[in-house]
């Protein structure tokens, strides 16, 4: 069993605990929309530097596969604080509460990389162990943090745009990979606009026979749901929404921690 690295919170966060903002305008659209059927196998996740490769709603694929795409404006927050942020919060269950104050529980680390400098040094090549609602079920995730270029991205067009956060994702008590995200932040002279893109019912597991199993199309559709696909949608929604209010001010107080 891994063993995960939690820290007490050293800092007063009262000012940044705040109720969930309402939702993002854009949403509701979406949720009405449900899942519609894609064509074909998903976009890689390289297209996304593409302006026609960010389609936002939910798609269930003829391989039962699902992708969750939406995205988030905003306003006066920059790509670097993102990396800051994925730096920052996941030795501290506090913070990660500070994301979604009514999703978020609990958020560990496989390593502590305090003693590296701020930003994606902290955070790619790391695992971070949540446990947070998607909907009404409680999930306990393992989300190991790759480089962009290992999900197909150019390396130095995703340092000239932003930044991109990738990751495997895991249900941890399990050990089987159920999927892949990546949120691709791309700096404006505004702030910035975030695309989320979830692609779930990829499984992987060391036992390929149960990898075989979980990855037919109609297990997929029965593991991976509509509703499942749907409450992603509109947690990932929220947070992201919810932070981009309190980034700023955050990164200016704890930028350097």
Known sequence: MARWTEIAEPH???PWQRPLRPPPEGLAPLLAAGVQAAAGSPLPFGRM???DGRPDGVWRHPDGRLTVACTTPMPGVTAAMWDWWFGWHSLSSA???LWHPDAHRRSRLAEDRRRL?????RYVGNVSAVDEYIGTQMTRLAIAFVPPAEFGFDSSRIDALGTAICAHVSLRDLGLEQGQLVHLIVDDAGGCTMH????LGQFRHRLPLLASLCNRP???RRL??????????????????HLAGLLPALHARFGAD
């Open 95 to 97: 913070r990660y509460r």
């Open 218 to 220: 109609a297990v997929r």
């Open 49 to 51: 530097i593409d302006a």
């Open 117 to 121: 400098p701020p930003g994606r040094a």
């Open 12 to 14: 007063d966060l009262a």
């Open 224 to 241: 991976v749901s509509d509703a499942i696909g749907l409450a992603l949608l509109r947690h990932c929604a929220e947070e992201m929404h």
């Open 196 to 199: 989320s893109r979830f692609l």
